[in-house]
């Protein structure tokens, strides 16, 4: 009377209680999987902190020096938008920021001067900040082959439709989430221009069909979207420009271009402003619904700084209310993943927020901010 034996088990119960079982297992295996990957993050978060001036002078002081053994990290900052002001870097390690910009310079040909000036100006953004920010004089310019005379005969001896030729290579693909589609990197094209009219060589672009090329891709309501682009919410668009891919850099890009050309008044200034200021969500961030509208506005620093520079060529800075809580944060990042990842290391985009902060200083000092 005290020993009973239990009832049998159904056999949907026992299914239950394997089910059970197994569904306790593969959870413990997915919290065992991802503790790594979580602590990883927490690490990575912990290592993520301000870069301060010292640092990024440490930092480009070893990008200079490893340039030599092939590392790239001084070819990307040398590129960067914007640059560091020459200031920043001090007085030695600016003669040796010098010396390695002549050296890259000179890479392509130590003795053709004409290949060495094609190749500075098919990839032009280098180029540009060693002319705009001072890094070289033009005396040392010319002593290396960049004499606007130079510069003049090379474009002059390769051809008319040189400079179209350079152009057509800034033409890409860009991946989007509805497919691959051609792209125009109008940013490159714009420093391009920049480039020539500094060595008096603008007037061998055909300013007037380009300036009408690049007005034509203002979006507006009624906008047909090129055959073999993506998508675009046009409403949403509409006052931004769009070849192939909508962007700040491709807005920020024509803007560049027009002004270099003297061509600003062909497209709708104010349609601009409103198309820029529509993604504002304050404090420096501008962001779009990227897959509601294909507008790949993300929020990121390079995002506000484009619309900075935007807004500065269309004389509209101050029709940002709130620019004194702008704020760029240089900060340090992680390389690599695992037990291999390094924490707290500062890269050439954590350096160039430090420029971006500075650009911003400065615009604010003009309008008395």
Known sequence: SVFVKPPAKSRAYRARGAIAIGANILALAVILMLGGRFY?????WRWLRPITREMALEAVDEWVGGYASGRGEFTILLGAQPHLPMAFLGPELGDRYRAM????????????????????????????NIVSMGILTREELAGIGFSPENVRETLERIGPDAIQKMNDASRGEATTQDGTYPYVDMDE???????????????????????????AHQ???????????????????????????????????????????????????????DGIMRFYQGRG???????AS?????GHEESAYLAMESLVILGALDDVTD??????KPETSTRGRGREAEYGVVTPDGVVSWARQLRLDELRDGLGQ
């Open 294 to 298: 294909n507008i790949f506005i993300y």
């Open 285 to 291: 961030v501008f962001r779009a619904d990227v897959r």
């Open 189 to 215: 094209i714009a420093c391009r221009l920049a480039c020539l009219r500094a060595f008096g060589c603008l007037d061998l672009v055909d300013g007037d069909r380009l300036a009408a090329y690049i007005a």
């Open 40 to 44: 990883e993050q927490r690490a990575g």
């Open 219 to 273: 979006v507006t309501q009624d906008w047909p979207v090129p055959e073999g682009s993506p998508p675009i919410d046009v409403e949403k668009a509409s006052g931004l420009f769009c070849f192939g891919f909508c962007d700040a850099s491709a807005t920020r890009g024509a803007l560049w271009a027009l002004e270099t050309l003297g061509a600003l008044k062909r497209i709708d200034r104010e349609a601009c402003i």
């Open 101 to 128: 910009a002549v050296r890259y310079l000179t890479t392509a040909s130590r003795e053709n001067v004409a290949e060495r000036v094609s190749m500075a100006l098919s990839q032009p953004r280098a180029l540009y």
């Open 323 to 328: 620019l004194a809580k702008w704020r760029f």
